[in-house]
């Protein structure tokens, strides 16, 4: 079975830092685009950052030089360290899985780490 | 950054009608749109991709349209498990942007 294991979501303080994991196992998790993408409670989902299997990362402006995305496919796991957080960021993150064929079709998603950025 | 707007926000219908979602483009992405369907308290899933294309075990009474800027999801016979948020979302550049949701109400 597919399945996609995210931790690391909590309670940080405004200008904290925090770091996602993400473990995924029932694939062969090094031949595929893994993305990070999260949704604030009751609102839409928004694209964080993507890692290809070439290790090629992408960001969206609002978390450029303060998320990185990173992959260790020995141990199958995904990683987003989030620095700079802001109140903002306050969201569920999900780990996605890209269609193998597809670039930018999430065809598989983990069940969600909620991280909330208060004092 | 593409903008994708959905419409209308929420569609209230009935089982057994059918139901008509709408996603426009600011700019053309060409057939890199994607279709998700969430339930509350669950992650998005893959329905449609490529605008047209059913993913794997999606019924064959959900159904999606167009090309460039202006998309449809069509799900010709609803049945009560339909009613959800349905998601646009464009994957022909990046950042891969989404819509805001259509919520589908009894």
């Known amino acids: 079975e597919v399945q996609l294991v995210e931790s690391g979501g909590g309670l940080v303080q405004p200008g904290g830092s925090l770091r996602l994991s993400c473990v995924a196992s029932g694939f062969t998790f090094g031949s595929y685009d893994m993305h990070w993408v999260r949704q604030v409670t009751g609102k839409g989902l928004e694209w964080v950052s993507a890692?290809?299997?070439?290790?090629?990362?992408y960001y969206p402006g609002s978390v450029k030089g303060r998320f990185t995305i990173s992959r260790e496919n020995a141990k199958n796991s995904l990683y987003l360290q989030m620095n700079s957080l802001r109140a903002g960021d306050t969201a569920v993150y999900y780990c996605a899985r890209a269609h193998t064929s597809l670039p930018g079709a999430i065809d598989c998603w983990g069940q969600g780490t909620l991280v909330t950025v208060s004092s | 950054e593409i903008v994708l707007t959905q419409s209308p926000a929420t569609l209230s219908l009935s089982p057994g009608e059918r139901a008509t979602l709408s996603c426009r483009a600011n700019q053309s992405v060409s057939i890199y749109l994607v279709w998700y369907q969430q339930k509350p308290g669950q992650a998005p899933r893959l329905l449609i991709y490529d605008a047209s294309n059913r993913a794997t075990g999606i019924p064959a009474r959900f159904s999606g349209s167009g090309s460039g800027t202006d998309f449809t999801l069509t799900i010709s016979s609803l049945e009560p498990e339909d009613f959800a948020v349905y998601y646009c979302q464009q994957r022909s550049k990046w950042p891969y942007t989404f819509g805001q949701g259509t919520k589908l109400e009894i």
């Open positions: 890692i290809g299997i070439t290790g090629d990362t």
